[in-house]
Nanobody, 115 residues
Framework: QVQLVESGGGLVQPGGSLTLSCAAS????????MGWYRQAPGKQRELVAT???????NYAASVKGRFTISRDNAKNAVYLQMNNLKPEDTAVYYC?????????WGQGTQVTVSS
């Protein structure tokens, strides 16, 4: 079982920046594909970004060039640096860990982009 705890959400003005953090509970974290997803009110959960165990990244088209995902295997942590935030980025952001058929979610952290 993997436990994921997100932090770093909050209220930010358009054009601002936030960094989300996700701490994982198991030492085999380095084998997992880690990702960030988000869910806005009334919408389905969608992929934001993923990073493989080898550091290969993948981004949704809507965030490419603005968001950066990274991981620190020594700290069992994954991060999402979000720049130039837009109102449409408002959502609950969820950390995800995937290894084979095993799939784990954090509890989510709210990001609100508003003036």
């Amino acid at each position: 079982q993997v436990q994921l705890v997100e932090s770093g959400g909050g209220l930010v003005q358009p054009g601002g920046s936030l960094t989300l953090s996700c701490a994982a509970s198991r030492s085999i974290f380095r084998k997992y594909v880690m990702g960030w997803y988000r869910q806005a009110p009334g919408k389905q959960r969608e992929l934001v970004a993923t990073i493989s165990s080898g550091g290969i990244t993948n981004y949704a088209a809507s965030v490419k060039g603005r968001f950066t995902i990274s991981r620190d295997n020594a700290k069992n942590a994954v991060y999402l640096q979000m720049n130039n935030l837009k109102p449409e980025d408002t959502a609950v952001y969820y950390c995800n860990a995937k290894l084979g058929s095993a799939f784990y979610w954090g509890q989510g952290t709210q990001v609100t982009v508003s003036s």
